[in-house]
């Protein structure tokens, strides 16, 4: 055995290294900082994620009682799109629980233990997960401007915004949650917090029915545009269709079907077959 | 790519995306560091240096083509922006008296931030190195965005390197080979390259037993062939003490014809164990046994099975040694052949207990008739008969009926019982029983055990534990949301750069990075 490698072992089995080796509960990282997993770099840091019970918490709110997710997102400090994704994986875990399907519980109560966490209680005052209300860095934003105003001028976001591009959007436009700062600006002005919560709750959960009525809409005008026959062995659906919409060069993407005589160009050397996006 | 030859090596260390101990190790000695300055290396020496050294852990896996294919120099950051803030000022309070060089207020939108902050506790295990130069650079970055660390976000979009961020591969290339292999579906369809770009809001899904393959312990060639061995000579033993009993207790003919019986369907010895177990209307019918000495072999049979299990039964169940989740197992087996179900079966955890419970409770039904026999000789069979349909009455009012015609069958083997046989019969009346408790305690081991049972048809060893070196490398990046319960995760968004914070997961300081974009920028 090399020098390198005794030296690696003496590691690994002294009291550093033999931490890592069995768990003995909580996370456990090598850097010097206590949730740094890498010991040069101090700028990534292993970030909590929610636990089991806030996980299920979250599906409760939004599958059994019913509340919207912007709602529940300004509630418990969790990104609106984290929301859904819990929403959505724990659906599928119930469909297993309903199929029979065993989980993977032995590693996923592994995992949990070594990951750090963030508890939700309800009822009681708990730090928000991570910041509800972020906004990207939009790319023109992200050079110096010097735009001489006037010093009596009140200069506020709309017109930095402006300066910076004329259809540039200030951050109130690119908020996730518009519904929520316009809460907290009626509590400025002089309303009650509870009373203006309520406001907040029903505006989203209108603007939810709202996506819920559209999508409705979408599948029943579908369903009504198609015709469905029933044979013993298939369901036959017909579809009215435009030929003209695959356009001149017959390789329109709105367009159904394929003009005859136009090449695929699908398994062409030098394209890539690789799908971008997953339906 | 095809592995480089010594991937993980001491003498002229790497650091890669694996949880490899080596590879801890490295992390460990800080490999991936700055060199001190010797000598005056070009500008072009110290971007390549860093290149190479990124690129070793960064998609290693990937030919350099395809990744400066990849490159972007647009690194996205984000800002939080609490909603309190935007309400109470309009941005103007920054513009505010700036003319003369005058700061008038210290308002930001940071100011009203609740999330909270990193933690700055440090684990003085080391003495700090002396001089060390990402030390003495990175104090300051905890007040800047630091977008050079997001040079290798575009590689955090690939399938393989998510599944690998999400802790389901332990590490990039096994990653590749789950996506490969067909064992990993996005939104529920098949998805077999690893370089797809995962889009937001995509889903992707391991395969449970693949998950559970690369993320535990290995498999060691004869690691079950101990537990083989006791599960045939238990199996033995089981078969032997029963024909023991039989002929003790028969001593006649016909006793020896059951056992006769057992030899000839020798290949399949729980037929014996049924025979003996308590059949009593079948036993009737052939006339080989009479009902105490069938209650006598039920009661031997249980004793046996019991045996263990009560000294497992006083531990914490979560705490359980190797030994005795062995016989956890072993009793799992005994009790399927007690309870004559064949022994590959996967019965339910919770109908084998509820079988078992009917058992003991028969049993338990007969001890009593026999005292009551005991008791009053007169009226005996009226007084059995009636305890005995009040008992069921009682406890067995939801149990499904079948069960209950079972118990009947078996409380009618005691009807034709003399005196004598009844004096013989009490003094049988074993301790071999358990309290309700310690019933529904065995039900929740078995439960725990089915849980993380032992396998031996696993490619893991089972029950299943994390590899060793997990818990340094357990780190879930934000821009994932997973649920290890059904090895799911989705996509939330690209991961971004916060002030103080970069979301790609990299092992290189704020030096080496910036290097290394300068090296992909292209720019001389």
């Known amino acids: 055995m090399s020098r390198a490698r005794q030296q690696m072992y003496q590691w690994l089995k002294g009291r550093d290294g033999s931490e890592f080796a069995d768990l003995k509960g909580g996370p456990r990282y090598l850097g010097p900082l206590q949730d740094q997993p890498f010991p040069l770099n101090p700028l990534f840091r292993s970030q909590p994620v929610l636990d089991e019970h806030t996980r299920e918490l979250i599906w409760d709110k939004v599958m059994g009682r019913g509340e919207s997710l912007k709602a529940v997102s300004a509630e418990m400090g969790v990104d609106v799109r984290r929301v859904a994704a819990v929403v959505r994986l724990k659906e599928v875990e119930k469909q297993w629980q309903r199929e029979g399907k065993k989980l993977a519980t032995p590693y996923a109560k592994a995992v949990m233990s070594m990951l750090p966490k963030t508890y939700y209680r309800e009822g009681e005052k708990n730090l928000p997960h991570e910041p509800v209300n972020e906004i990207h860095v939009h790319k023109l934003t992200m050079q110096q401007l010097f735009v001489p105003v006037s010093e009596s001028r009140h200069f506020t976001r709309e017109d930095a915004a402006k300066a910076f591009h004329d259809t540039m959007l200030s951050v109130d436009a690119r908020s996730p949650q518009p519904e929520l700062i316009k809460m907290e600006r009626e509590i400025l002005d002089g309303k009650t917090r509870q009373e203006s919560l309520a406001k907040f709750k029903e505006a989203t959960q209108k603007e939810e029915d709202k996506v819920a009525r559209r999508i409705a809409q979408e599948q029943q005008r579908e369903e009504k545009a198609t015709t469905k026959v029933t044979t013993d062995r298939y369901e036959f659906r017909f579809k009215e269709i435009n030929a003209d919409d695959v356009g001149r060069n017959g390789r329109s993407r709105k367009g159904t079907g394929w003009r005859y005589g136009a090449p695929f160009d699908d398994r062409k050397r030098g394209l890539v077959k690789i799908p971008t996006s997953v339906p | ?524």
């Not at chain 2, 990124?54 to 400066?68: A, D, F, L, M, N």
């Not at chain 2, 800047?144 to 690998?164: G, I, K, S």
């Not at chain 2, 071999?432 to 849980?451: F, N």
């Open chain 2, 1 to 524: 790519m095809r592995k480089p030859y010594r991937f993980y090596s001491l003498a002229r260390p790497k650091l890669r995306q694996s949880w490899n101990k080596y590879n801890l190790y490295n992390l460990y000695r800080q490999t991936g560091r700055e060199p001190q300055i010797r000598g005056t290396p070009t500008f072009f020496q110290q971007k390549w240096a860093a290149k190479a050294k990124t690129r070793s852990y960064h998609g290693e896996h990937i030919p350099e083509k395809k990744w400066v294919r990849l490159f972007s120099r647009r690194l996205l950051s984000a800002v939080d922006m609490p909603p309190e803030y935007l309400a109470a000022h309009d941005g103007s309070e920054q513009a505010a008296g700036r003319g003369s060089g005058l700061t008038t207020s210290n308002v930001t939108a940071e100011t009203f931030s609740k999330v909270p902050a990193l933690s700055t506790q440090e684990r003085s295990r080391r003495r700090p190195l002396f001089g060390d130069v990402n030390k003495l650079l990175s104090d300051q970055f905890n007040n800047m965005t630091p977008y050079m660390q997001m040079t290798f976000a575009p590689l955090e979009r690939r399938l393989d390197t998510a599944v690998f961020r999400a802790l389901f591969a332990s590490s990039v290339r096994q990653a590749r080979q789950f996506v490969i292999h067909g064992a990993v579906t996005v939104n529920g369809k098949k998805m077999v390259h690893p370089s797809y770009q995962l889009n937001p809001g995509d889903m992707f899904q391991v395969d449970i037993e693949k998950v559970m393959y690369g993320t535990g312990v290995q498999k060691a060639a004869d690691a079950h062939k101990r537990l083989h061995e006791n599960l045939e000579a238990r199996q033995k033993k089981a078969d032997k003490a029963l024909q023991n009993a039989v002929k003790k207790l028969g001593g006649n003919a016909t006793a020896e014809q059951a056992a006769a019986e057992g030899e000839t369907e020798g290949e399949k010895p729980e037929a014996d164990v049924e025979a003996a177990e308590g059949e009593a209307a079948a036993s009737e019918d052939a006339g080989s046994l009479t009902p105490e000495a069938q209650w006598k072999l039920n009661n031997r049979a249980l004793k046996f099975l019991l045996k263990d299990v009560k000294k497992i039964l006083k531990n914490n169940p979560k705490e359980l040694s190797a030994k005795e989740k062995k016989q956890l197992r072993l009793f799992r087996a005994d009790a399927k052949r007690f309870l004559s179900h064949p022994e590959k079966s996967e019965a339910d955890v919770v109908e084998l207990i509820d079988e078992l419970q009917l058992q003991m409770k028969s049993h338990e039904l007969m001890r009593e008739s026999f005292e009551k026999l005991d008791l009053k000789e007169g009226q005996v069979e009226n007084a059995a008969e009636a305890e005995v349909e009040a008992v069921e009455a009682t406890s067995q009012e939801g149990e499904a009926q079948p069960a209950v015609n079972r118990e009947r069958e078996v409380e009618k083997g005691l009807e034709g019982l003399s005196d004598e046989q009844k004096t013989k019969a009490k003094k049988i009346i074993g301790d071999a029983k358990l309290s309700k408790e310690e019933m529904r305690k065995l039900a929740r081991l078995l439960q725990m055990d089915e849980e993380n049972p032992v396998d031996d048809s696993k490619p893991y060893a089972t029950p299943w534990r994390p590899r060793p070196y997990m818990s340094a490398f357990a780190f879930i990046p934000r821009y994932l949301e997973v649920n290890p319960n059904i090895c799911a995760a989705v996509y939330l968004r690209h991961p971004v750069a916060r002030k103080g914070m970069a979301e790609v997961p990299t092992p290189f300081s704020y030096l080496t990075s910036q290097l290394t974009h300068n090296w992909y920028l292209e720019r001389g």
